[in-house]
């Protein structure tokens, strides 16, 4: 039986053939990018990302399928020391997490087939599809994604967020969130950033970027507590 849970940024789904972790965008390296430009920042993103995916398969277990949808690297036309490492640091941990990891390319993924060369068990697609799930990067279309056998898009890129306010309007924080709705005969579900240095756009203020135009009011919301593995569903993006 097909199944879909909502695991913190992550996404499991049991598609009957397979369980598959969807994981969104990465940007690994974006540390030594802006240190390349003359901003200082610490380079502790990698180690908090990986205690995150530790209360992760903490939760979910070994899956035979781990889906990265895009932009796993930061640079677009080279690849930064950081991203070598931090990249074939996170291809390390998770080769015991599964069977095999699959990179749909994202728009910042040019260069980023010499790494995954150095890992047999990692596989750089255009996108993904395992039975009536596609997986793509979510900024360009494809053909496939028409066929009559695919029910299901998971797609990255637009690092949706939603900003609340409390009472009063005293105080507005932004969320992660993922938004899922329909479009034509498809059911599509747009998985946030796992990226923690942005927080990502909200769909009433921007355009999220993606190939499709999709009517997201339409889309349920589902909100990631901050920190936690816990995701809420606030209703439909139109009434919030």
Not at 25 to 48: A, I, P
Not at 90 to 99: A, G, N, Q, S
Not at 201 to 214: I, Q, V
Request: net charge neutral.
């Amino acid at each position: 039986m097909e199944s879909v849970e909502y695991v913190g940024k992550c996404l499991l789904i049991n598609s009957g053939e397979r369980r598959i972790l969807a994981v969104g965008d990465l940007h690994l390296g974006w540390e030594e990018n802006l240190n390349r430009s003359g901003v200082l920042v610490s380079r502790q993103m990698f180690e908090e990302m990986i205690e995150y995916f530790d209360k992760v398969f903490g939760e979910v277990g070994r899956v035979e399928d781990i889906v990265l949808l895009g932009d796993v690297k930061h640079r677009f036309g080279s690849i930064m020391k950081q991203e070598w490492s931090d990249a074939l640091g996170l291809f390390d941990y998770l080769k015991d997490k599964c069977e095999k990891i699959v990179i749909v390319k994202g728009n910042h993924d040019a260069v980023l087939e010499p790494i995954v060369k150095q890992r047999s068990n990692v596989f750089l697609m255009n996108y993904y599809a395992c039975g009536k799930w596609l997986f793509m990067h979510g900024n360009r279309d494809f053909a496939e994604s028409y066929n009559k056998e695919i029910k299901n898009w998971v797609v990255g890129h637009g690092h949706p967020a939603i900003k609340i306010s409390e009472p009063g309007g005293s105080k507005i924080e932004k969320f992660k969130c993922f938004l899922v709705g329909k479009w034509k005969d498809k059911n599509v579900i747009i998985v946030p950033s796992f990226f923690d240095a942005s927080g990502g756009s909200d769909p009433r203020e921007n355009d999220l970027g993606l190939a499709w135009k999709f009517k997201l009011e339409k889309f349920n919301v589902k909100v990631v507590s901050d920190g936690m593995l816990e995701v809420l569903d606030f209703g439909k993006l139109k009434e919030l």
